[in-house]
């Protein structure tokens, strides 16, 4: 019974976070705007812990300052962790969602390549099983149409590849890929049959870091980007 409360609990904050977080990024709620507990909780029927929950997650983000006398202060986006899985991922929600995905695109290219030579010359032999394992899994998923569980095994290979080049702030961006890869399917910037050649290329990658190639496998995690930018570029508009 207490674990459910305590669901239902968490589920409440989650919601008033998400609504919240939302208006800031669309900028429905703009920068200056002030806000108060009691003015959350009339809005969203919730009780005060859960509303300065809410706050108190917001604040940690940069989205907002608390000020006594003042109240709850949306801060400008140049205050904001862009960063955040949970703001990408408001980000991608709203009408700018294929500048974001464009973004973030250009923010892999600085880092994943990085990563994939680096997991070429540190990786253990776990990750390269879990590395072949996840490419196997997106051709099952492709053939089948699934774009949900070709997600997930895409999503899965990227996580690996990060930690496997043994550098944890590269390994941190973890989450940001796992969000930039979701909000392309969930918001139906996809192929209804995912690239062959971007299936290849992650085989490629594979095979390099396996081989202990780095230039091959940079070169390789370049491609996939590069692929996926360009398939973004020439999507139609999102609904």
């Not at 509303?51 to 709850?72: C, D, H, N």
């Not at 202060?73 to 995905?101: H, K, Y």
């Not at 491609?223 to 398939?231: C, G, L």
């Amino acid at each position: 019974m207490t674990t459910s409360s305590g669901d239902g609990v968490h589920r409440l904050h989650q919601s008033v976070r998400d609504a919240l977080g939302r208006k800031i990024v669309s900028g429905e709620l703009a920068a200056g705007a002030v806000l108060t507990l009691e003015g959350i909780q009339a809005t969203y029927d919730v009780s005060r812990p859960i509303a300065r929950e809410s706050v108190r997650v917001l604040q940690a983000m940069g989205m907002v300052a608390t000020r006594r006398r003042v109240g709850i202060t949306v801060l400008p986006r140049q205050e904001w962790n862009v960063f955040d899985p949970l703001v990408i991922r408001w980000r991608l929600d709203g009408e700018g969602r294929r500048e974001q995905l464009l973004s973030l695109s250009e923010l892999r290219r600085g880092f994943e390549p990085i990563a994939a030579r680096l997991a070429a010359e540190r990786a253990a032999p776990e990750h390269h099983g879990a590395l072949a394992r996840s490419v196997a899994d997106m051709v099952v998923h492709a053939s089948a149409g699934d774009l949900e569980a070709y997600l997930e095994a895409d999503t899965t290979f990227h996580r690996v590849l990060l930690n496997a080049c043994g550098n944890e702030m590269l390994a941190a961006f973890g989450d940001l890929v796992a969000e930039l890869l979701a909000g392309r399917t969930h918001h139906h910037l996809m192929p209804a049959t995912p690239n062959p050649t971007a299936i290849e290329l992650h085989e490629k990658v594979a095979l390099c870091v396996r081989s202990g190639d780095p230039a091959g496998a940079e070169e390789a995690m370049r491609a996939i980007i590069d692929e996926a930018a360009e398939a973004l570029a020439s999507a139609g508009d999102p609904p």
